[in-house]
């Protein structure tokens, strides 16, 4: 995919990344499987569509990234364990990576937005290098 691009358009500024499956249940309820699955699809892609993109946004001396979380990473609306970890896990990421020593010249978001029982929006910035 990311080859795909640098081929057709020859750079890449924007990464968004909003990826979603939300499987119920609580530490108790949630299989291990369930576990397995939400965090390959909400957090693993992410972390692996970065790591393909980052490298190209670093050369490039420009980029941003865009990770989108959700509201329930911080205020937990019905249980789905797996679900509000995972992203929650989106926001800790985007505050680790201008730490690692490796991501420069990028701009770094994070966002999560409610519906109408958890109203309010939030928004992140972290400028890498």
Known sequence: MVDRCIETFGRIDILH??????????PVEAS???????MKVN???MFLTC?????????????SIVNSSSIAAIIVPYPAVS???????IIARIY???NGGSVKNTDLW??????DETAGCYVS???AG
């Not at 990344?17 to 609580?26: C, D, L, S, T």
């Not at 790591?51 to 980029?63: F, S, T």
Request: hydrophobic share 25%; net charge positive.
């Open 125 to 127: 910035h972290r400028k």
């Open 43 to 45: 957090l693993k892609s």
């Open 110 to 115: 994070w966002g999560c937005c409610g519906d």
């Open 51 to 63: 790591k393909c993109v980052l490298p190209y946004m670093e050369k490039q001396r420009y980029g």
């Open 17 to 26: 990344n909003n990826v979603v499956i939300v499987e119920p249940g609580g």
């Open 83 to 89: 679900y509000t970890a995972s992203k929650a896990g």
């Open 32 to 38: 291990e499987e369930s576990w397995d699955r939400v």
């Open 96 to 98: 680790e990576y201008p």
